[in-house]
């Protein structure tokens, strides 16, 4: 009894002078970073962001930002990005938003962010000794970050952040399959018919699957159907949708809808492709697993590192329809916003600016292999990367469009494009269903 | 025996692969208990991922969570079981509440208060993960308080303790085995958590090893045996506590279940 | 009231005082907060829109909120059951042998001890198949000539079901030591006591050990039921939804709040709070009631 008890006022006395010597040695760097006096006086800036790949050249490149210009940058990384997003709600909520930050999301969180005044806005900036900035990036990557005129959102037209990079979606084929199926390696399927009959060919002939694609992760699917659906439909039939004049049930929804079912009954799929996410499938075409894959720009530097003898090549949306050009989704991997209320934010446009200067961006292609977010460094990037560079000016994303649609609507469709893939509900039903949730959530 | 072979299997599996290279890995996938043991992955993990400071954090919020919850759940507990004062099931059936209803949005509208109070720190996550603990602790302790004699404490009374001596000299000796259950559930809860600390520090020099792992792990996703390698430093601290404090868990477990 | 009791029951009061400040401004705080915004339209960002009952109508109106919480039911189900038989029988046994009794505690409770994030990383490791897995399960059941079971484990047609289990698998641990506990805390006498009365070992199980394990089975089954309809991250990183087959209630919140609809996902949040605490306290009003009835005394 008398043992316990001293080791049990042992432990308390060592839990309070650890309580103690954290109490008082903490709150003192916490309170210079949520302090604006502090900060100007030691001119550092803070960034948040989520990119996990890109956290040691991000380091690299605020060393050599302090080696030129005396600025202390610190890049912070929180991770995964749905608890990153949450962070910088909090962070704004109480007012204690580092000077640059990144936001994930739609649209419509921008214009939030915006509306409540916490993103300084850059177009005068951008505008400055004749568009200087603003002109060199590529049009669409910048234009995600762009509040029009009139903008269905509500938002003060103009430029709220700088985009750092610029991702686009395209398929992939490995050659090596192709090849061994008896196919012409370096001549990649024109149309959804041609597709299907090489991946089927690749199977059959080489026990491979067809097809892999992250499509546990929703957005991956949904990228691919909107990329068909304004092959078949046109980008501005395909915005009606979105304003609720024309219904998902239409022919023309329905054909796309039709299309993942009819990928499905050609069974060249990976198995289980509807609970796969991203990572796996990245993981199974760079093992040589399936003759084709659906993925971003990003996949350059992934399988790079997962399998740097894979001979594979990037080509374009295999057209389900000749009636309308097929567009490219893409825009800005990952954009930089300031803090309206930053104390330093002259210094932070002026650190935006530096990193998007062709120097840096080159430093980040080589990195970490995307594509850069400014004309101009055409010439320094890998081939793998530069026949992706024509698809940059033929590029669609929700965040050009003039509306977004619903996250609870993208929410059914994209799940009802995975219960199609895994052969559990047929087109027509997906389709009813997410004009169904359209109707309840417009009649609001 | 089967099912103690399911449960342990995965484990030793997870421990097996974290000594294998990548190379071995992805031509064996079973378990080899011959294979050498290779240190590489450990060294990368605990020095050049600097799991190692991590894990200091963890060791220490875990440690002073659990202390905090202790004293705070006992002293409340013991209240709830003994003394009585206005509202007082209303309160206790507040507490049981907290377990039940999800708050999803509940983070935001705390941080900003801690905010206002610059707490937004580790004090702060002490504070917010001591909270977390103490709605199943007070229950935990007060059934257990409410089978326990009263004979000692009015011996202790009639000795002229007041009722803070009480509850230090005769109530938190007497429930010593339930704290065991409080201690090793607390411990776990803590140890595995990740959400509220991303969300609450800004400084990663603050971070517990879970934080440190989620990063890990989606950067590594295919470097299977890196990631069973940091899966199994994650692991190992908090198993190897319940095996050293398994007797006084059950012990604990058993004197306190038959109340409910 | 004269001065001195009311001094008495403020010192009493002193003593849950640190509790409920704590637990003021962790919980009752955003507690009220969320109670608020679920009659809001807000993101948490921009200015917060007050539409009445809209967003509890637009959850009763919501196919997917009855599929998700179909879902975690069906996981809860055979937690409720699988997992609490399964563990319920491994404490009989276990408390018969003394030998290896240490053995089986330990090992047993090695699974709740791992967080749900390493399960879900190591299942999925071991369970997903080729081509984008490495099909580990399937290779070990080969090696160990069991080929023929194995089989393509996260596939759309026992998602589901091995979801539940993996869940299962994770949980029973937590169920086992209680319900050990709870059946060395029966004195020995009792069962001597029903032997001379001529009770066999069916009787003496159902008329002893049930009974007195009452309050046991309530506090299993009510946290089973919270800890199950209240997981989803082991399952968000074993199969990430699938396609709405394993979308359980929490995540589907989850999923909203990430989409800023906070005010909805607040509202979700009471909704399924007012389902469990329901649940939670009429099974123990109801233990409580068998319990008075049959004159079963708690010690």
């Known amino acids: 009894m008398f043992r316990t008890k001293n080791m049990f006022f042992a432990v308390i006395i060592i839990g309070i002078i650890i309580t103690v010597s954290i109490l008082g040695c903490c709150p003192a760097p916490q309170q210079a970073a949520s302090n604006p006096q502090a900060k100007q006086v030691s001119k550092k800036i803070t960034i948040w962001h989520w990119m996990t790949d890109r956290k040691d050249t991000f380091n690299e490149l605020a060393k050599k930002y302090k080696a030129q210009t005396g600025v202390d940058v610190e890049f912070m990384l929180f991770f995964p990005p749905d608890i990153f997003s949450q962070k910088v709600i909090a962070a704004a909520r109480a007012g204690n938003l580092p000077d640059i930050f990144g936001i994930l999301g739609e649209k419509k969180t921008l214009g939030s962010f915006v509306k409540a005044g916490h993103i300084l806005d850059l177009t005068s900036y951008m505008q400055q000794d004749n568009n200087r900035w603003q ?62 009959d090489y991946a089927k060919k690749a199977k059959e002939k080489t026990g491979k699957d067809g097809f892999v694609c992250g499509f546990g992760e929703g957005w991956l699917l949904h990228a691919l159907a909107t990329e068909w659906a304004i092959n078949i439909m046109g980008e501005d039939k395909f915005v009606r949708t979105i304003k609720g004049e024309v219904s998902y049930t239409d022919p023309d929804w329905i054909e796309v809808f039709n299309i993942f079912s009819k990928l499905k009954d050609s069974s060249i799929f990976v198995s289980n492709i509807a609970s796969l996410n991203n990572k796996e499938s990245e993981d199974a075409f760079s093992r040589g697993k399936a003759a084709f ?142 004009q169904n949730t359209k109707d309840r959530l417009s009649k609001k | 025996m089967s099912v103690a072979l399911s449960c342990i299997l995965p484990f030793f599996w997870m421990i097996n692969v974290s000594f294998k290279t990548q190379a071995e890995f992805d031509k064996d996938y079973g ?61 206790f059936y507040l507490f049981l509440t907290a377990m039940m209803i999800p708050l999803p949005a ?155 | 009231m004269n001065y001195s009791s009311v001094k008495d029951k403020a010192i009493n009061f002193s003593f849950v005082a640190p509790a409920v400040l704590i637990f003021s401004i962790f919980w009752i705080y955003p507690f009220i907060y969320t109670f608020i915004l679920s009659f809001q339209e807000y993101d948490l960002i921009s200015p917060a829109r007050f539409v009445g009952f809209a967003n509890f109508r637009e959850i009763f109106s919501d196919p997917m909120w009855g599929k998700c919480l179909y879902n975690g039911g069906f996981v809860t189900l055979w937690a409720l059951t699988f997992q609490n038989v399964l563990a319920f029988m491994l404490a009989m ?64 047609d026992r998602v589901r079901i091995v979801t539940a289990i993996v869940h299962c698998w994770k949980g029973f641990g937590w169920a086992f030591v209680i319900f050990l506990a709870g059946l060395q805390s029966i004195p020995e006498q009792l069962y001597e006591a029903a032997r001379i009365d001529g009770a066999n070992a069916w009787q003496s199980f159902t008329k002893v050990t049930v009974p007195l394990l009452m309050p046991v089975i309530t506090l299993i089954l009510v946290l089973t039921i919270l800890g199950t309809m209240q997981t989803f991250a082991m399952i968000l990183a074993l199969t990430g939804g699938a396609g709405g087959l394993t979308t359980v209630p929490v995540m589907y919140i989850f999923f909203h709040v990430r989409g800023n609809l906070a005010g909805l996902a607040c509202a979700e949040g009471l909704i399924l709070g007012i389902i469990l605490v329901t649940v939670s306290f009429t ?4 233990s409580k009631l068998v319990r008075n009835k049959y004159g079963v005394l708690s010690r």
Request: contains cysteine.
């Open chain 1, 135 to 196: 002109e060199s990036f590529y049009p669409q990557t910048l234009a995600v970050n762009i509040f029009e005129p009139a903008n269905s959102y509500d938002v003060m037209p103009g430029i709220y952040a700088a985009p750092i990079d610029t991702t686009v979606m395209q398929f992939v084929y490995n050659k090596s399959i192709l090849q061994e199926a008896g196919l012409n390696p370096d001549n990649s399927p024109k149309t959804l018919d041609e597709f299907i």
């Open chain 1, 293 to 434: 894959s659906f993925n971003g720009s990003w996949a350059v530097n992934v399988y790079n590192q997962l399998n740097p003898g894979l001979d594979y090549s990037f080509f374009s949306l295999p057209t389900a329809s000749s009636k309308f050009p097929a567009k490219i989704w893409g825009g800005a991997g990952s954009s930089f916003m300031i803090h309206a209320k930053s104390a330093n934010k002259e210094e932070a446009v002026k650190f935006l600016k530096w990193l998007t200067q062709k120097e840096q961006q080159i430093v980040l292609i080589k990195e970490t292999n995307n594509l850069p977010a400014i004309k101009g460094c055409e010439a320094e990037l890998p081939p793998k990367l530069s026949v992706l560079i024509a698809d940059l000016f033929n590029l669609t994303h929700p965040n050009i469009w003039p509306k977004n649609e619903d996250s609870r609507v993208i929410e059914v469709f994209d799940s009802g494009l995975q219960q199609i893939v895994m052969g559990i509900k047929q087109p027509k039903d997906v389709a009813q269903e997410v």
């Open chain 3, 93 to 156: 046994a276990v408390d018969k042998v003394i030998r290896c009794n240490k053995f089986y505690r330990v090992v047993f409770f090695i699974l709740p001890v791992l967080s749900e994030i390493i399960i879900g990383i190591l299942m999925k490791l071991l369970l997903s198949t080729e081509p984008a897995g490495r099909d580990v399960l399937n290779n070990l059941l080969s090696n160990i000539g069991l080929g023929a079971f194995s089989q393509n484990w996260l596939g759309e």
């Open chain 3, 283 to 286: 099974m123990f009003f109801v």
């Open chain 2, 31 to 91: 378990i080899n208990p011959a294979a050498r043991l290779n240190f590489e992955n450990y060294k990368t993990v605990i020095v050049k991922e600097s799991f190692w400071k991590y894990f200091l954090n963890s060791v220490m919020y875990t440690f002073i969570t659990v202390l905090f919850i202790v004293m705070i759940s006992s002293l409340a507990a013991y209240s709830f079981s003994r003394l009585d004062f206005p509202g007082k099931s209303f309160i």
């Open chain 2, 106 to 260: 509940g983070f935001v509208p705390v941080y900003v208060l801690l905010n206002k109070f610059h707490l937004v720190n580790r004090v702060g996550y002490l504070l917010a993960m001591t909270n977390m603990g103490l709605s199943l602790s007070i229950y935990l302790l007060k059934t257990f308080f409410d089978q326990l004699p009263r004979d000692l404490e009015d011996a202790a009374r009639i000795d002229g303790c007041n009722k803070l001596q009480i509850w230090w000299n005769v109530g938190l000796p007497l429930v010593a085995p339930a704290l065991a259950v409080v201690i090793i559930f607390n411990a776990l809860t803590v140890w595995n958590e990740f959400v509220l600390a991303s969300l609450m520090f800004t400084n990663y020099s603050f971070m517990p090893l879970q934080v440190g792992l989620m990063e890990f792990s989606s950067k590594m996703v295919t470097q299977h045996t890196l990631i069973m390698s940091a899966l199994t430093v994650a692991a190992l601290p908090i198993v190897l506590l319940y095996i050293r404090m398994q007797k006084q868990f059950i012990k604990g477990l058993t004197a306190g279940a038959t109340v409910g």
